[in-house]
């Protein structure tokens, strides 16, 4: 089985904690045939200031000085995550235009800017109103987002507000808008991805897979946002047993921009 886990976060992301050789010996460790490293660009800082621009030299350094020693083990690329791009067009635009870039994941991490622009990270989600008054927010960034293909390879964990919330909080009452997003990404030849949140989040893609393959959608990445070396890899291999059940023939790795496929 051909397993890739496209979403992983090194020391240069500022929730980070090692550096991409380590990610990489996990993900060898781990099985895994391709690791994608995806450390963030926030527009947005955590109190939703303006975040400064990214300085992309280091990511470069780290990339080029770590991928040659893992030639014929690992298929390393280089991407990036990127949070609230849509809101802070042209900086973004620029930044993609990168040669190096072999993938783009677009996510939304805070509140819209009228709301706020807070991280939803540091938000307080007991009470029910609260959950939905944010996943409101939260969808229509997304929808915004999702109308700008430019800006993305996929969209970044569409169920990601869950993951800070109880677990009886349902998206049934978001499957509109959720469609509004799927039907952009098709539409576009986008993809999106199955993020397992370390090997937490693998059910609850279910009805978002289904969805998005009876609307066309073929494009998938698996990505565990690992920013540890032990999340490496984590769920890799539920997910791709999820695509399966799900409908799905090929999972996507990115090279310079471009979805490549590899049969489940
Ligand atoms: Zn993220
Ligand atoms: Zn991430």
């Given at each position: 089985m051909y397993y890739s886990d496209t979403h992983t976060h090194t020391i240069l992301s500022m929730d980070g904690h090692v550096p991409?050789?380590?990610?990489?010996?996990?993900?060898?460790?781990?099985?895994?045939?391709?690791?994608?490293?995806?450390d963030h660009y926030?527009?947005?800082?955590?109190?939703?200031?303006?975040?400064?621009?990214?300085?992309?030299?280091?990511?470069?350094?780290?990339?080029y000085e770590t991928a040659p020693r893992y030639?014929?083990?690992?298929?390393?690329?280089?991407?990036?995550?990127?949070g609230a791009g849509a809101f802070f067009q042209e900086?973004?635009?620029?930044?993609?235009?990168?040669?190096?870039?072999?993938?783009?994941i677009g996510s939304v991490h805070n509140m819209s800017p009228e709301k706020g622009g807070?991280?939803?990270?540091y938000l307080n989600f007991?009470?029910?109103?609260?959950?939905?008054?944010?996943?409101?927010?939260y969808?229509?960034?997304?929808a915004h987002l999702a109308a700008r293909p430019d800006l993305y390879d996929v969209m970044g964990h569409i169920i990601y507000p869950l993951r800070y919330m109880p677990d009886g909080v349902s998206l049934l009452g978001y499957k509109d808008v959720i469609d509004v997003i799927l039907k952009a990404v098709v539409e576009a030849g986008r993809g999106i991805e199955i993020n397992t949140c370390r090997g937490k989040t693998i059910g609850a893609w279910w009805p978002i897979l289904r969805r998005y393959r009876a609307l066309g959608g073929e494009i998938?990445?698996?990505?565990?946002?690992?920013?540890?070396?032990?999340?490496?890899?984590?769920?890799?291999?539920?997910?791709?047993?999820l695509l399966r059940e799900t409908g799905f023939r090929y999972v996507a790795v990115y090279d310079k921009r471009k979805p490549v496929f590899h049969k489940l």
């Open positions: 991409l050789s380590a990610l990489a010996d996990a993900a060898i460790d781990a099985g895994l045939s391709a690791l994608t490293v995806t926030d527009f947005f800082t955590e109190d939703g200031k303006k975040a400064p621009a990214l300085d992309w030299g280091p990511t470069l350094q780290q990339f030639e014929g083990r690992l298929a390393l690329r280089l991407g990036i995550e990127m900086e973004a635009r620029s930044f993609l235009s990168l040669p190096e870039l072999d993938f783009v807070i991280d939803l990270f007991e009470k029910l109103e609260d959950c939905y008054a944010t996943l409101d927010d969808f229509t960034c997304m998938v990445t698996t990505g565990s946002d690992a920013h540890t070396v032990e999340g490496v890899g984590k769920g890799i291999a539920q997910a791709c047993d």
